[in-house]
Nanobody, 120 residues
Framework: QVQLVESGGVLVQTGGSLRLSCAAS???????TGWFRQAPGKEREFVGA????????YYADSVKGRFTISRDNAKNTVYLQMNSLKPEDAAVYYC??????????????WGQGTQVTVSS
């Protein structure tokens, strides 16, 4: 079974950049990986996803043009590059492994999350 561990969350200033990592153990590269976030008092929301091959990416409108997802299957790692960060991007960010091959993806394995704080 795949296990996912997110890292890279820190305090960053508005307008700054940050790269999160999602490291996987186990069989990883065949399936999509998604990024989600949850702010205090809010529901978890979809941020974006990348196909197993890395050839396709999908983004929420709120992050499109600012966030980029990539993956290195040789390292079993998926990245979330976040640029032009806004206070509303502050949240716990989670990665998740997809269970199906076609978008929209379903997810069954989640990491523990990493905290991103954006100071205004």
């Amino acid at each position: 079974q795949v296990q996912l561990v997110e890292s890279g969350g820190v305090l960053v200033q508005t307008g700054g950049s940050l790269r999160l990592s999602c490291a996987a153990s186990g069989f990883f590269s065949s399936y999509a990986t998604g990024w989600f976030r949850q702010a205090p008092g809010k529901e978890r929301e979809f941020v974006g996803a990348i196909s197993g091959s890395g050839g396709k990416t999908y983004y929420a409108d709120s992050v499109k043009g600012r966030f980029t997802i990539s993956r290195d299957n040789a390292k079993n790692t998926v990245y979330l590059q976040m640029n032009s960060l806004k206070p509303e991007d502050a949240a716990v960010y989670y990665c998740a492994q997809g269970t199906n091959l076609d978008y929209p993806y379903k997810y069954d394995t989640w990491g523990q999350g990493t905290q991103v704080t954006v100071s205004s």
